[in-house]
């Protein structure tokens, strides 16, 4: 039987109905996500089994290591939005080379930021506040994080390749299959077994790789074999003018992503000062925000390939079409979660609060903040479909709106008036302001771009 071509085993995403299509994309996506929140889980169990220094020179280690991923996953980005666009044109020689070069340029890019980084371990971490009993411990983690590092961007580039064509399924498959070997390793490297010695939080790392290096293994065997979406023939391009390509969209995508935790580190600076019940209060609600978020998650990274080749197509009425029944969807489902969350605010309470004034911000959270989860849904799909629209400074641009204009300095005029509950009302309406003007601006863009097209 003849082997099908990439183009012919290729979801429809110009044609095929928008709805269906979209949902048969995000659910294996939302089961990639759980997989990957499990991967950060398991890790920071096992750690914790090792007592309090290990878990906290972990801790320190998540500014530096986020780093390095969102530059990965700007990167990522851009090599989407540059491959589904030339899908769309139904140029695959152009996506094939596109997909090469950015793999290349990832792997140069992050070999660079970690040497930098390994060179300069004690500085930083020791900027960041950690003492001298952890550093040997940080020492022991990031060696080996930074050396392995381009292990971790390859799978998450190569899956940025497969997401353009439209497969989602493996993608999710293979962070599946990372976090499960991770799962494997981690006790039997960490604590020893049999023959093996225990490397202790040396071994989480390790084992951190050994999953990373299958991905690799997996997603260049699927890129070059079965997909062929990977060719060293670059057609009317070259590779710098690729590179470029990528990174237009892709630095800015990973500096929009670099905002985020700085405007978190702000957040709980303002919840700070009414005390440590506050802040564990506050930090549970963030892990309810990032569970209660998945679905808005798998869609930001669904949406933005059925958008570029529907962009690259000159299909723009599907491209409206998909982003506002997307986002009416996202409003009514962020809405029911909110009221599944307050029907479950005691019971959630109490299972994280052993303290009574832990237990009351828990529930001040759940009653305000997660009521704008649809709004800022609608922010997220919209920044995303800024970038497949190949418009990165908008989408940059909107998170500065967002972050600095709307969302922290509301709160910090609630948290002003009302304390926390204004400062969570604040928020919330940080994320109204932002989310009608994210939708106005991109309608607006849809406009300019099919008057250009006439």
Known sequence: ??????????????????????????????????????????????????????????????????????????????????????????????????????????????????????????????????????????????????????????????????????????????????????????????????????????????????????????????????????????????????????????????????????AMAVMTALVAYHGPQAVAAFGVGSRIESIASILVLALSMTLPPFVSQNFGAAKLNRVKEAYKSTLKFVMIWQFSIYLVLIALSSVISQLFGKEQAVVDVIKLFIYTLPLSYGLQGVIILSNSSFNALHKPMNALILSVIRLFVFYLPLAYIGNEIAGLLGLFIGAALGNLFTALVAYKWFIKQLQELSDQSV
Request: proline letters at 7%; aromatic letters at 8%; a positive charge.
């Open 1 to 262: 039987m003849r082997a099908m071509s990439p183009t012919q085993s290729r979801p429809d995403l110009l044609n095929a109905p928008i709805l269906p299509t979209l949902k048969k994309m995000t659910i294996p996506m939302i089961f990639g996500m759980i997989a990957l929140m499990m991967f950060n889980i398991v890790d920071t169990f096992f750690i914790s089994l090792l007592g309090t220094e290990p878990l906290a020179a972990v801790s320190f280690t998540f500014p530096v290591t986020f780093t390095v991923i969102s530059l990965a996953i700007g990167l990522g980005i851009g090599t989407s939005a540059v491959i589904a666009k030339a899908l769309g044109s139904n140029n695959l020689t152009e996506a094939r080379f596109d997909a090469t070069i950015s793999l290349l340029v990832a792997v140069v890019l992050v070999l660079c930021l970690s040497l930098l980084g390994y060179l300069l371990i004690d500085p930083i971490f020791i900027l960041l506040g950690a003492g001298e009993q952890v550093l040997p411990l940080i020492h022991d983690y990031m060696n080996i994080w930074f050396m392995g590092s381009v292990f971790l961007i390859t799978p998450m580039i190569g899956n940025s390749v497969l997401r353009a064509s439209g497969d989602t399924t493996t993608p999710s498959l293979i962070m599946g299959g990372a976090g499960l070997v991770n799962a494997i390793l981690d006790p039997i490297l960490i604590f020893g077994f049999g023959p093996i010695p225990a490397y202790g939080i040396s071994g989480a790392a390790i084992a951190s790789v050994i999953a990373w290096a299958c991905g690799v293994c997996v997603v260049l065997y699927l890129l070059a074999f079965k997909k062929r979406l990977l060719s060293m023939k670059p057609g009317t391009q070259t590779p710098l003018s690729c590179a470029i390509k990528v990174l237009k969209i892709g630095v800015p995508a990973a500096g929009a992503n670099m905002l985020t935790p700085i």
